[in-house]
């Protein structure tokens, strides 16, 4: 599974930023993503988890964005979303989209669970005040 995100920039504190990372098959086709969410590092720092939300719709945040953020996904499009309001500077981060509890179906309609996590590339925000 490749996952790509999108959506980063520079933006004013205050302002707002819409993430999406959609997660793509190398081969065959997703069934299911149990968990799909984001997560930030910073230099020196571990990555911490910014938002996350399962297939069922139930959300989870970290404490220093709760309120401000909004975690959702599209389920039919194997796609979640973070928008970010009333960023402050110390949103500043590269953001990483994350898939944990893939079900593929192959091109020979075989189901795989698979229990990885899956990572994108990451995408920067940057937030100036």
């Known amino acids: 599974v490749q996952l790509q995100a999108s959506g980063g920039g520079l933006v004013q504190a205050g302002g707002s930023l819409r993430l999406s990372c959609v997660a793509s098959?190398?081969?065959?086709?997703?069934?299911?993503?149990?968990?799909m969410g984001w997560y930030r590092q910073t230099p020196g720092k571990e990555r911490e988890l910014v938002a996350a939300?399962?297939?069922?719709?139930?959300?989870t945040y970290g404490d220093s964005v709760t309120g401000r953020f909004t975690v959702s996904r599209d389920n039919a499009k194997n796609t979640v979303f973070l928008q970010m309001n009333s960023l402050e500077p110390g949103d500043t981060s590269v953001y990483y989209c994350n898939a944990h509890g893939l079900t593929t179906i192959s091109n020979m309609g075989e189901y795989t669970v698979d229990g990885e996590d899956y990572w994108g590339k990451g995408t920067l925000v940057t937030v100036s005040s």
């Open positions: 939300v399962t297939s069922g719709g139930r959300t």
């Open positions: 098959p190398t081969s065959g086709r997703i069934f299911r993503i149990d968990d």
